[in-house]
């Protein structure tokens, strides 16, 4: 937000809804998850949240439900339906840590990476037609600001 939009609020104006980044983040995933969601829905029967679950442990695997639950932002009982779906569909498997037996370790099977590969293929077919219309250098100062906005809000809620 400007320091001019600021001082309008300040002032008792209303910064119209459409220019909150927040809001516009949250209308644009959701919009292209709409788009992708009969990929991992109709096809692979795999909710948002077993998708999101899928996918973030595809990147960070091992992890654990704990571990998951931090890099998805999804509340636990979400993480904990998502986990039991992908491991009753053999996606997934759930195993004592063997230095923690109180700890799960979550890992895909060979049918859960070949699920995320076919599904992942298509969120970046996705993607890429989602930024077309940028040039190259539009995508880079995108990729730049996002980061910027990502590091800004993991700062603020680590001084929280």
Do not use: C
Request: no cysteine; glycine share 4%.
């Amino acid at each position: 937000m400007t320091a001019q939009a600021i001082k309008k609020v300040n002032a008792g104006g209303l910064l119209p809804l459409d220019r909150w980044i927040s809001y516009r983040f949250g209308l644009i995933a959701t919009r292209i998850g709409a788009i992708a969601a009969p990929t991992y829905k109709a096809r692979h029967k795999l909710s948002t949240p077993a998708w999101r679950a899928l996918a973030v442990i595809a990147r960070f695997e091992p992890l654990s439900a704990a571990g998951l639950s931090e890099h998805t932002r999804l509340d636990p009982s979400k993480v904990s339906r998502a986990i039991e779906t992908l491991v009753g569909r053999d996606l997934l498997t759930r195993d004592k840590d063997p230095s923690d037996q109180r700890r799960a370790v979550l890992r895909l099977t060979s049918q859960g990476r070949a699920t995320y590969v076919e599904i992942a293929a298509t969120a970046v077919r996705l993607e890429a037609e989602m930024t077309a219309t940028l040039s190259a250098a539009e995508r880079k100062i995108l990729w730049s600001a996002l980061e910027k906005i990502d590091a800004q809000v993991s700062k603020y809620r680590a001084s929280r």
